[in-house]
């Protein structure tokens, strides 16, 4: 199979075909198209270029390990929550490696663990925001992170008043009864 011929296919194709036959090459492929994406992740996250590489890899044998047992709909969100996952991982296995004697070392810790919850939390919103309906998605994307006025979203999408401020209210509901749940599973 050549490489070239297979910059056509889309992701989702690409799963679906690893599936019928398990041909690891599909999964190769669609792995080598996010290769620079998940090594950019673990270096913002890392700071550290061998141990950025050294994570890619990580997550790639994770993946593969995921693939076989879950289903995926969307794979590059998916590759991006599996990288932000290990190297959040790795920073707090790291962090609890270090000795706690040090008071400041201790107040460290504390706020490497505030950091790790709010991205843990931004995680799970931006997972949210991914199941909303596209209406809903458009309007509490544009509201409260582009900041837009109402009238600037009903310029922006066509969609009336009435609708933009449904579409957040709804929109912000299930982003609420989204946290809840995942925060009890």
Known sequence: MNNTSLHHISDQELLKRYHADQNKEWLGELLQRYTLLLFGVSMKYLKNEEEAKDAVQQIFLKALNELEKYPVSYPKSWLYKIACNHCLMKLRNQRINVSLNDEYIAEEATATDTYLQKEITYQMLEAGIAELNYEQKTCVTLFYLQKKSYQEI?????????????????????LKIFMEKKQTS
Do not use: D, P
Not at 154 to 174: H, M, P, W
């Open 154 to 174: 009903t310029e922006t999408t066509g969609f009336s008043l009435l609708q933009v401020k449904s579409n957040i209210q709804n929109g912000k509901r299930n």
